[in-house]
């Protein structure tokens, strides 16, 4: 079970195409009615806009907010709330003016309603970064989270596609990392898993067309849900090297995101296998590091540190200051692994996951088999190597685990012999041969159905007369089994042979008793005209499968017992009809609902009734006895 804190931040979100006109209900709606409206020349058309939405309520308008939120700023647009009495900030743009507008809210209480137009995801934090003297500062407090957010999609109708993609990839680095977040819950985990398979699905659509509302629409909420994953819980690795890009080698930060994002996510990988697994199943892809790479050049973003201007020979040091201070990431930082990292992205490598790898490698031993493809050894190798590759990836598996696996086959071999068959007995206990025998028998419906031949046949079983006994004296409780062949028309099948083998009261068949002369308790029959045979046997008790070898310790080590509930083994040939291979269990005997070869079948469990009366063929009894009385339905060929 999962534990986890989760506090939501209670902003209202206001989404969907032509929202901008809401703005006025939304600044009463908080009881406001003096709006300082924040934006840029370069905005002016969707600012003009919301002004003529305010009408009335808006008193100020200040265009002056810059990158990184400068106290200096920060003062004018104070001065000139307070000049008008302002009771609300709107404000209207990317991570600047919001910056801007929380910058006011902390020092003034004010309220805020943020028009987005662009992907940052800031809208929806309680965070606030400030420079001062070129020094910047972070800082988190309820009072920054902006009351309202407006997300009108036909605002960022105009975002040029260059920043229309760094930005949602920026937005996508917040959701990537909030998945192997220590703070991640299920909730976070939801909308970091909705916003990556709404940005991926819509970035390569705006490529083809900037204007794509549904495309814009996707983006944006997928922005939204990022951002509230940002604010939500800690973000690790990706995040601070981009901060250290940006800060100390003044790269650009949704630029730097965008290259930086598959090469941390691959640096990860190792320590986020599930994670990654789900980012991949967002992306629609197999591998998340090469498919948000794919993606971003899919989008025609950058992908290389080299084409924004950093220096190869700043790498090592970029490395230093990302190790510099200890924090929290899902795999250990090394300043070398960072370095490496910093090459590939550098230079614009496509990150190889360790699953590209081994995805190569399956399909080379695949291809080996391309000189026989059609054949069905072929296929049958090629399917068997895909699943025990993917055996062997899925769970992890280390070369102790795999040194086991051999040597538990090793001594499956050593301990088969003539009489002995470990592997039938293995394959029987992990219910491969019930799934061969069903897909095998289950085809013809109207026939008495089939189970698995086990270990303790002998070709060739002694031929006996009806009527003779199988017992030849040995303890147990007396049985009388008259058996008839029918075929599906009901017809009797005459001169049908039929093989029937048993274990004796204890358990065991004659094979695993050396000392015993002969065989016993196995015998063939054939049919007379009527389709009919009878003989004397014992009831069979349940018993135990070998246990003493390789099987025994794997059942051992799942606490499975190696009971197998009691019954009489089948084989009936007949020419013109299909071979049935089966077993009668003794209804009420142990172990029907557990047998340990999962070879029951409810039909195969049949009546094994008690007797006390005179014998059918005037054998005298002096003790109960038992009637098994069956008939067998077999396909004609
Ligand atoms: C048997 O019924 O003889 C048997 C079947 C599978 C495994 C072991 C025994
Ligand atoms: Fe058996």
Same mark, same amino acid.
């Given at each position: 079970m999962r534990s986890f804190d989760y506090s939501p931040n209670p902003a209202r979100v206001v989404f969907g195409s032509g929202t901008a006109k809401r703005v006025r209900d939304e600044v009463e709606r908080l009881g406001h009615s003096r709006v300082l409206l924040l934006a840029s020349p370069q905005l002016d058309v969707p600012a003009g806009q919301v002004s003529d939405v305010l009408g009335d309520l808006l008193v100020a308008r200040f265009d002056g907010a810059a990158m990184h939120t400068p106290v200096e700023v920060t003062e004018q647009a104070l001065d000139v709330l307070r000049e008008h009495d302002a009771d609300c900030v709107v404000a209207i743009g990317g991570g600047s003016t919001t910056g801007l507008a929380k910058a006011l809210a902390v020092r003034t209480g004010v309220d805020q309603v943020i028009l987005p137009t662009t992907y940052a995801g800031s809208e929806v934090t309680p965070v606030l970064g400030e420079t001062e003297g070129g020094r910047k500062t972070t800082r988190s407090a309820p009072e920054i989270l902006p009351e309202t957010v407006i997300y009108d999609v036909d605002f960022t109708l105009g975002l040029p596609l260059n920043l229309s993609v760094t930005s949602g990839v920026n937005a996508l680095a917040h959701a990537v990392e909030a998945l192997y977040s220590p703070q991640a819950n299920p909730i976070v985990d939801a909308m970091a898993l909705d916003a990556i398979s709404g940005i991926a699905r819509a970035l390569p659509r705006l490529r083809e067309d900037p204007w794509n509302l549904d495309a814009r629409g996707d983006l944006l909420r997928g922005a939204w849900l990022a951002g509230t994953c940002l604010g939500a819980v800690g973000m690790a690795l990706h995040h601070k090297l981009c901060h250290t890009l940006g800060g100390s080698f003044d790269l650009p930060h949704a630029e730097t995101h965008t290259v930086i994002l598959p090469h941390a996510m691959a640096y990860n990988a190792p320590a986020t296998r599930d994670v990654m697994a789900r980012i991949a199943a967002a992306l629609g892809v197999p591998d998340a590091p090469s498919g948000m790479y794919d993606l971003i050049v899919a989008a025609g973003g950058p992908t290389s540190l080299r084409e924004l201007g950093m220096r190869e020979t700043d790498l090592s040091r970029a490395a230093e200051l990302a190790t510099a201070k200890p924090y929290p990431n899902p795999r250990e930082l090394t300043t070398e692994g960072i370095v490496a990292l910093l090459d590939d992205a550098w230079h614009g490598r496509r990150p190889e996951a360790p699953t590209s790898d081994l995805t190569r490698l399956t399909e080379q031993v695949v291809e080996s088999f391309s000189a026989a493809a059609g054949t069905r050894v072929a296929t049958l190798l090629t399917d068997l190597v895909r699943h025990l590759h993917g055996f062997a990836i899925d769970n992890d598996l280390t070369e102790g685990e795999w040194m086991t696996a051999i040597d538990f086959l090793t001594r499956t071999g050593h301990i088969t012999t003539d009489t002995r068959q470990e592997f039938i007995l293995l394959s029987d206990t992990l219910g491969v041969s019930s799934v061969v025998d069903l897909m095998t028998n289950s085809r013809t419906p109207d026939t008495t159905p089939s189970a698995v031949l086990g270990p303790f046949y002998v070709e060739g079983p002694p031929p006996k007369a009806h009527g003779? %006994?199988?017992?030849?004296?040995?303890?147990?409780l007396p049985l009388w089994a008259d058996i008839k062949i029918i075929d599906t028309a009901g017809a009797p099948v005459a001169g049908a042979v039929v093989d029937v083998w048993q274990s004796n009261e204890d358990g065991f068949y004659d094979v695993q008793l050396p000392d015993f002369d002969g065989p016993v308790l196995r015998a063939r029959f054939t049919t007379d005209d009527r389709g009919r045979f009878t003989f004397w046997s014992i009831l069979p008790s349940e018993y135990p499968i070998p246990a003493d070898g390789p099987v025994g310790q794997l059942l051992d080590a799942v606490g499975r017992h190696p009971f197998r509930a009691p019954h009489v083994h089948f084989m009936i040939s007949a020419p013109g009809h299909q071979r049935l291979v089966t077993q009668l269990f003794v209804n009420g005997?142990?172990?029907? %609902?557990? %047998?340990t070869v999962f070879g029951v079948k409810d039909r195969l469990i049949v009546d094994f009734t008690p007797q006390d009366g005179p014998t059918p063929d005037g054998r005298e009894l002096d003790v109960p006895w038992r009637l098994l009385d069956f008939t067998f339905r077999i396909a004609k060929n």
């Open positions: 003779s %006994d199988l017992a030849e004296g040995l303890p147990g005997g142990a172990y029907l %609902d557990s %047998d």
